[in-house]
């Protein structure tokens, strides 16, 4: 059996960051207690390491004591949440991804000029939630283009356009298109998917075309490597999303000639070698 591992495979710089950042801390060897607030990132093996070195998730700010070390998930948090952190007199570390700071930035700076935000994203997802707290003109988030398209847009209003950092691009461009062709509409288009995103789903496309079978490996949690596996079925290459080599389904695998492997920007390089090795056994 042949295997085609994607080179865009595994962490993103922003996740790899943040996890410096809580690398860092935890060397330190801070007085108090250390958390992170939500899950760092999205990987549940990565959290359950942490965990064995004594690093807790806050699901609230009602967790986090005076005197606790803090730090922010990738994904960020609601601008909100993080000036409660610093008034509980936590120590607050942001390890907010570059790429979703800038989001926010943008995002509150069109809210200053009175846009609404038209948010192309996971309602329930922080990063989400994260973006609409710099919303201050209000904001709609929408999961399908089919929910913009009957959005009632109101005349006199002003709005922008934006995306979670891990959308798919392609969707968001025909929507943006779509919306400046509307005359009567005042719409600013903000470009806040992360190319790390672009990059990994136009590789698995790639790879799917000339594979028999499509394996990608990540947090069932992680919305971008969900539409890895997504895309790829767009495609109609057959195609698993597992977490862990465990889960691999080697009855259907075993037997193909060519499998296509990646993984979501949330994965870390020993899950990915570990179902490799599997794979490669078959």
């Known amino acids: 059996m042949e295997i085609v591992r994607a080179e865009t495979a595994g962490f993103c710089m922003g996740v790899a960051l943040a996890l410096r950042r809580l690398d860092s801390l935890i060397e330190e060897a801070p007085v108090g207690p ?3 607030f939500g899950p760092i990132i999205h990987n549940p093996q ?7 070195l004594g690093v807790s998730v806050a699901k609230s700010v009602d967790d986090i004591s005076a005197g606790s070390s803090v730090v922010i998930r990738a994904h960020g948090i609601p601008r909100t949440t993080e000036e409660a952190l610093c008034d509980r007199g936590a120590q607050v570390i942001d390890a907010t991804c570059p790429r979703v700071k800038k989001a926010q930035i943008l995002i509150s700076r069109m809210a200053a000029e009175g846009r609404i935000v038209l948010l192309y994203g996971e309602s329930e997802h922080p990063e989400v939630k994260g973006l609409v707290s710099y919303a201050s003109a209000g904001a709609f988030v929408f999961e399908s283009p089919e929910e913009l398209y009957d959005f009632p847009f109101e005349s006199g209003e002003r709005y922008c356009l934006a995306a979670q950092t891990t959308q798919d691009k392609i969707v968001f461009r025909e929507l943006a298109d779509r919306l400046k062709d ?15 995103t672009r990059d990994r789903q136009k590789e698995a496309i790639d790879i799917a075309r000339g594979v028999d079978f499509m394996v990608v490996v990540g947090g069932r949690d992680s919305g971008n490597t969900r539409r890895l596996a997504k895309v790829v079925e767009a495609g109609g290459t057959p195609c698993v999303h597992v977490e862990t080599a465990a889960e691999l389904p080697l009855d259907r695998i075993r037997g193909t000639h060519r499998v296509g492997l990646t993984a979501g920007a949330s994965t870390p390089k020993k899950l ?4 490799e090795a599997v794979l490669k056994n078959l």
């Open 272 to 275: 990915i070698d570990e179902v």
């Open 46 to 52: 990565v959290m359950e390491d942490y965990a064995r």
């Open 34 to 36: 250390v958390a992170t």
């Open 182 to 196: 509307r005359k009567d509409l005042d719409v600013a288009v903000l470009q806040t998917i992360c190319d790390a």
